[in-house]
């Protein structure tokens, strides 16, 4: 962050202005009683608490995150995650697994054609479900969330959501390109439907999107080419040590291997570049894409804003590889306990990267209705979703 001081002050009208950043005081030593009392509830209710442990780590997780000063709340509870993932049990998977007990009952009179069409469905319908599941837990997180006792929240349809990543999703597997403006698209839909009290935030107030969508798009065709080269090593050092007699199409396909493989023989550096290829492109291509991922978000959080605040993030993919790394550690030599170490990690992080510039007048912002949910985030529980 480049600004940490965080300021109050009457406005020529009487109300309040705030300015200056985002801080994270919380630290790892402070919640390990509070992990261990989770972990040995866990095991005494076969799980069960894990609603409430949840609910335990993000309570201290908001009141530690400063925002101007000052703590976010969050006010969910581990009553209302237990009975939204008991609806959703309820109301989807047991339907589900009563109707693929009737269809195994049918056995080899059900004609292939229907079993096929139902398992398509199904797999059409968790992957739609996934989408839902996805804005309809950040909806429950935002609404659960107070700063300076304001509610923030989210409007907008879950469905609707679902529907766009189902559908931008299926079209990667036929058009991988489509990404970028797959991100930006559902990045948009979250933040235009994101409020704090009564006040919205805004995506691209500057017209700049199409211009930012061009960049995204270049950066990821960069990565996507160098994976494409790096692949491609081997065979250009086969065809080179070959020679074009080889490609020219005067030589019989025997020949041809017996020329192949002879170069093998006399060349094992291409064996050893044949053996790596899979492996560095999988290295490469990892990198590339953090490096990719990290670009975007820089320039989508630069798109967004909030009244008169501008917000930017600036890690470097060395601090997201530390981060990262860090948490992959933690979590194989806890064997899992220490799960709630990497969300304290990860949210320093974002506190540390996140930069907001300008003046917030606290007297345009007015209270906003009360959401109308009454149980939190069953399908995404559900499905084991999101960390915080």
């Known amino acids: 962050m480049t600004d940490h001081s965080d300021t109050e002050n009457p406005s020529a009208s009487g109300q309040h202005i705030v300015q200056g950043s985002s801080e994270f005081h919380g630290l790892s030593r402070e919640i390990i009683w509070l992990v261990i009392k989770n972990f040995l509830l866990n095991i005494v209710t076969l799980g069960f608490y894990r609603f409430w442990a949840r609910t335990n780590v993000r309570r201290y997780l908001w009141e530690k995150m400063h925002i101007f000063g000052s703590p976010l709340e969050y006010t969910g509870t581990g009553k209302e995650l237990f009975l939204g993932f008991l ?15 009737a269809i195994g009952s049918l056995g080899p ?26 804005y309809r837990a950040r909806r429950y997180r935002l609404s659960r969330t107070r700063w300076r006792s304001i509610r923030a929240g989210q409007t907008g349809k879950g469905w609707t959501y679902g529907l766009w990543q189902l559908l931008l999703s299926s079209l990667m597997l036929f058009f991988a390109l489509i990404l970028p403006y797959k991100n930006m698209k559902l990045w948009r839909i979250k933040m235009q439907n994101t409020h704090l009290g009564d006040r919205f935030f805004v995506f691209d107030r500057d017209g700049a999107a199409r211009q930012t969508l061009v960049t995204l798009y270049l950066s990821y065709a960069v990565v996507a080419i160098v994976v494409i080269m790096v692949y491609a090593l081997p065979f250009i050092a086969v065809a080179m040590t070959l020679g074009l007699e080889v490609f020219s ?29 899979w492996p560095v492109s999988l290295v490469i ?24 605040l501008k917000i930017s993030f600036d890690a470097t993919l060395l601090s997201f590889f530390w981060l990262y790394l860090g948490n992959i550690m ?7 306990i220490g799960f709630p170490f990497t969300q304290v990690r990860f949210a320093r992080f974002l506190a540390n990267h ?16 009360d959401d109308d949910l009454t149980s939190g985030e069953g399908l995404a529980e559900a499905f084991d979703m999101g960390a915080v």
């Open 87 to 101: 609806m959703i049990i309820l109301v989807v998977f047991v339907p589900v697994a009563v109707i693929n007990v």
């Open 109 to 134: 009179t059900l004609h292939p054609a229907v079993a096929g069409t139902y398992s398509l469905l199904v797999t059409v319908l968790f992957f739609y479900l996934i989408g839902v599941a996805t």
């Open 249 to 277: 199409g005067t030589m019989s396909e025997a020949q041809i291997q017996a020329q192949v493989e002879l170069n093998l023989q006399n060349n094992s550096g291409l064996l050893t570049m044949f053996g790596m290829v």
């Open 285 to 308: 291509f990892a990198v590339g894409m953090a490096w990719y991922k990290l670009k975007e978000t820089r320039l989508l959080v630069g798109l967004t804003s909030f009244e008169d």
């Open 330 to 336: 933690i979590v194989l030599l806890t064997l899992g």
């Open 354 to 369: 996140t930069n907001i510039e300008g003046q917030l007048d606290l007297g345009t912002i007015n209270q906003s209705a």
